[in-house]
């Protein structure tokens, strides 16, 4: 019975390249969610996406950042040309059918390490 | 917006009680979470209200008040384990059908011998 699935856990890149964040739900969720945590602060929504759908991607940068979510295969956020700034913690949150009165379930986490 | 304030650091004794105060300021009101985190580690569930008064589930108690946008989290029989941060989450009343959170930052609980 696995829970959410995240990886890579720990993940390095150097100024200017990519980094590609995976996110598996758990089982039977069709709903993810991604989140930044920085250094001493707050877990801060980023997006919220369905199988094939990004429903609300209000709190992602409008550059360099992407999320999808296909019908086969895991959750994807995916930041481009990373700058020292993006270095946080990512995790991902799933819930069965993301109604109001649902828990998410979170995941590891993958640690993001821009040299 | 949703503007949510915790202590940012506790400290108390193994076999103590302690609590963990959260306000928060909103337009409107759908659900206020805690979540456990230990250090480096993924936000786990504790509770969940929506409704005012305390809902306690084993050595963990909630309590909400809406008038006031205060709750807080109780912890009794404190155990080493216990050392982590705890978060407290509003649900964005803006955020339609869905579960949309806003996070504090974290109070960070440090249980002592």
């Known amino acids: 019975n696995a829970g959410v699935m995240q990886n890579p856990r720990h993940l390095v890149r150097r100024r200017g390249q990519e980094a590609r964040l995976r996110c598996s739900p758990m089982k039977g969720h069709s709903h993810v969610y991604w989140y930044r945590q920085l250094p001493e602060e707050g877990l801060k929504f980023m997006v919220y996406?369905?199988?094939?759908?990004?429903?609300?991607e209000s709190g992602m940068p409008k550059e360099r950042f992407s999320a999808e979510f296909p019908k086969e295969g895991p959750s994807i956020l995916r930041i481009q040309q990373v700058v020292r700034g993006d270095s946080a913690a990512y995790f991902c949150a799933s819930s069965p059918t993301g109604t109001t009165q649902e828990t998410q379930y979170f995941g590891p986490g993958t640690r993001l390490l821009v040299l | 917006g949703q503007n949510i304030d915790q202590p940012t650091e506790m400290t108390a004794t193994e076999g103590a009680i302690v609590q963990i105060n959260c306000t928060y300021q909103t337009s409107g009101f759908n659900g206020l979470f805690w979540y456990q985190q230990h250090a480096g580690e993924a936000p786990t569930f504790l509770s969940y209200?929506?409704?005012?008064g305390l809902e306690e589930k084993g050595r963990f108690s909630s309590f909400l008040s809406r008038s006031k946008g205060y709750s807080y989290l109780l912890l009794k029989e404190l155990q080493m384990k216990d050392s982590a941060s705890y978060l407290c989450?509003?649900?964005?009343?803006?955020?339609?059908?869905?579960?949309?959170?806003?996070f504090g930052i974290g109070t960070k609980l440090q249980v002592i011998p």
């Open positions: 989450a509003v649900r964005d009343p803006n955020s339609g059908g869905y579960q949309k959170v806003t």
């Open positions: 996406l369905q199988k094939e759908n990004i429903i609300d």
């Open positions: 209200n929506v409704l005012d």
